[in-house]
């Protein structure tokens, strides 16, 4: 035993489904297959019955355990459902336990069968079908592990070559979970901050210039023997008031906003739907609406107290004194600028980021197309021939629907798995396997590429005389590797994707080429045509190699019994899905038409979580800026309030309107600079964070700091001009006479 760091060791399948029915519907659901030490690992027992046991794996008797949902939605919470038989795959299978409503808060998986280390197709190392789940020993760190699994990994690759350039990663549990949601709650937590931090800033201003108001007050009571703690609390207790008003009506407004939060964000936060107002939030929400009260409220409190009597009672009616309150207000307005700077550049990365996104080319036409999957019972489709049997009808059928324009098969449905195969060039073959590239390979039906629009740039699309000889071997059956050989394998067509071939045949055609793919056996096949890049994971991930195989050729048998339906029509797509349920019934009563959809809805899902936290951003940066808008202006209009007599003066003695204005614009104006200053600082070091989180866009993008910063300097002018208009307006004689 190689591993000297984990206390225990557990495996499970990935991209595993499976196929329940008898006594309802068919229905497709996730269900991986485990090691028999799956549940004992993760330290979860069973609510009913019994988890799996070693000699479940050796596939005698086909067993099976049930999720929490999956007992209740099917079975009616029955516990004597444990010892009865269901059907699984086709196949009778005997219900052995139920796990408890717990692991739906990490797992997706509806069921679990246990995994058949004894088939064939199992023992294949390049298949890399399974993923390790493990629990250190006391006291051993994770870098330790770490170094352990990359010896392992070594030991592994040497002695088996097919190995090479792979590794073991340990990721802890937590962040596989969470992945990277995590990030996304950081930066809405941030930007939530500076929100909070901005409006107490307005908030601070007016109860200073407030407090400046009511200076000669203070000092009159403090003359008369009021004393200093009680002036504080009586500030303070204004101050509560207004947080505690502001605060409770932020959570009436949080409660109706909950469920449409849980919708919106359901999409990039783990257990979103979860979210709900309950306790502990509504205590913090208490605690940081009287935290911000008394912090926002204290300064003018103290300030007022500190005062000097004798001189507060002098300059009734004089504004010396008032410098100071306005210097402090100043600087609020340009810590508001700045932080608002940072959210708005925040926002316009991310903005910009969605925009390219938006705009990649996926490679073919989602509009008005249709897809679900269908899963044959591998029992009943035991050949090739039997699945295209099985295809040919279903299309045939399909096609007479009215409003149809195409319908074809694949096994690579774009946005929602992927299957890839390594393969060379004939008369390029490389030393080890492990030097072989990689490809995605789909395998497809006729009219494939016309029904999903992926054009084909060269040569020809797969069509009906792309046939290969019956095979008489199980689809799930593999043939003994050593007696294979490339050169006796029938030769077949294939079409590869634009970028594969650009890169295999920088100089020449082609077209006519033969790459030999290993497949199920290794499958030599000739370039018949050379199709458009497909985007088949995603606008935001580069499109990878792709091999297309006629599902009539040998090289079918790699993509099983598991195909994509799609199908594109001339109206509405979910009109024709009765009608191709009812279809599929009447050939397969027992095979589900499970994960229909519209490929435009997958191509939108697939941006999701980038829309979901750009939108959000974006929203808080522009509550930033108003509110940072609304601090500017109201310095400045009680900045010309104060001077309206020195206005009045000045233009007495001849100063020009317009000298007014440019007065009160200039200082405005030098606090939204020297905020875009410190503002454009701090973004340099934040914005840091959206590594990984952009698309095509670097996180000092000079157009989104440039667009931002003038953009934040004109809501800076447009603040700045009504004050300053004010100004302009006033009249020297009614100005002089008021005081």
């Not at 046939?467 to 043939?479: A, C, D, F």
Request: include cysteine; proline fraction near 5%.
């Amino acid at each position: 035993m190689r591993n000297q760091v984990f206390e225990s060791l557990a495996a499970r399948s990935v991209y595993s489904t499976a196929v329940i029915s008898g006594g309802t519907d068919p229905e497709r659901v996730d269900g991986p297959s485990v090691s028999a030490n799956f549940f004992s690992v993760l330290g979860v027992a069973p609510l009913v019955g019994r988890t799996f046991l070693p000699s479940d794996e050796d596939g005698q008797h086909r067993v099976v355990i049930l999720s929490y949902s999956l007992w209740q939605r099917r079975f009616g919470n029955d516990p004597r459902v444990v010892g009865t038989t269901t059907t699984i795959d086709g196949e009778p299978t005997t219900i052995v336990g139920v796990m408890p409503a717990i692991l739906a808060k990490t797992f997706s998986d509806q069921l679990w069968l246990p995994f058949p280390f004894h088939a064939a197709w199992n023992k294949v190392r390049r298949f890399h079908k399974l993923r390790a789940i493990g629990r250190l020993r006391n006291g051993v760190p994770l870098e330790r592990a770490q170094a352990q699994m990359n010896l392992i990994a070594k030991q592994l690759a040497a002695a088996y070559p097919e190995d090479g350039g792979w590794g073991l990663r340990l990721v802890p549990y937590h962040e596989v979970v969470v992945g990277g949601a995590s990030r996304v709650l950081v930066l809405l937590f941030a930007a939530v901050a500076f929100v909070l931090v901005i409006a107490c800033g307005n908030v601070a201003s007016l109860l200073l210039a407030r407090a400046s108001t009511r200076d000669p007050e203070i000092a009159v009571r403090t003359a008369l023997g009021a004393s200093q703690i009680r002036i504080v609390r009586q500030l303070l207790t204004e101050s509560l008031v207004l947080g505690v008003a502001g605060g409770a009506a932020g959570l009436v407004l949080t409660a109706f906003m909950v469920r449409g939060v849980r919708g919106f964000a359901s999409g990039i936060l783990p257990r979103a739907t979860e979210v709900r107002l309950d306790g502990q939030a509504i205590l913090f929400a208490i605690g940081i609406t009287l935290a911000t009260a008394v912090s926002f409220g204290l300064a003018p409190a103290v300030r007022a107290v500190r005062q000097d009597v004798a001189a507060s009672i002098r300059a009734l009616g004089q504004s010396a004194h008032r410098r100071r309150i306005l210097r402090g207000r100043d600087a609020l307005v340009v810590g508001q600028v700045s932080l608002s700077l940072v959210l708005l550049i925040g926002a316009g990365l991310l903005l910009r980021s969605m925009w390219l996104l938006q705009r990649v080319d996926i490679g073919f036409d989602p509009s008005r197309l249709l897809t679900a999957q269908v899963e044959l019972p591998v029992d009943q489709y035991r050949s090739r021939a039997d699945v295209e049997r099985f295809w040919t009808t279903f299309l045939e059928r399909v096609h007479g629907l009215p409003g149809i324009q195409g319908a074809a098969g694949t096994s690579l449905l774009p946005l929602t798995g992927h299957g890839d195969a390594p393969y060379y060039v004939e008369g390029r073959r490389p030393r080890t396997e492990a030097e072989q590239p990689v490809a995605e390979v789909s395998v497809v039906t006729d009219d494939f590429f016309s029904a999903t629009g992926i054009p084909v740039l060269a040569g020809r699309a797969l069509n009906a005389t792309d046939r290969s000889p019956v095979e008489s071997r199980p689809t799930g059956q593999l043939p003994d590797s050593a007696a294979a050989d490339p050169g006796a394998s029938p030769v077949g067509a294939v079409v590869i994707s634009r970028q594969m071939a650009s890169r295999l045949f920088p100089h020449e055609r082609a077209v006519g080429k033969r790459p030999v793919a290993s497949l199920r056996t290794p499958f030599v096949a000739e370039i018949v045509g050379v199709a458009g890049d497909v985007h088949a994971f995603g606008q935001d991930v580069a499109a990878p190699d792709i091999m297309y195989f006629a599902q009539g050729q040998s090289a079918a048998s790699f993509a099983g019994n598991n195909m994509s339906l799609v199908v594109r029509t001339r109206g509405d797509p979910t009109s024709l899905v009765p009608g191709i349920r009812e279809i599929l019934r009447e050939i397969e009563p027992n095979v589900p038409l499970a994960s229909v959809a519209m490929m435009g809805d997958l191509v939108r899902d697939s941006i999701a979580d980038s829309y979901v936290r750009t939108r959000l951003l974006a929203s808080f940066a522009l509550i930033a800026l108003l509110l940072a808008v609304i601090g500017l202006y109201s310095v400045l209009a009680y900045t010309v309030t104060q001077r309206t007599r020195e206005i009045g003066l000045r233009m007495a003695l001849g100063a020009r309107r317009v000298d007014i204005l440019r007065s009160v614009i200039e200082r405005g104006m030098l606090l939204v600079g020297l905020g875009v200053l410190l503002g454009l600082i701090v973004a340099f070091s934040v914005t840091r964070l959206f590594a990984g989180m952009l698309f095509q866009v670097g996180t000092t993008d000079p157009l989104v700091f440039i667009g931002v910063t003038v953009c934040l300097l004109f809501a800076g002018l447009a603040a700045c001009w009504v004050p300053a208009r004010r100004a302009m307006a006033i009249s020297p004689a009614l100005a002089l006479k008021d005081r």
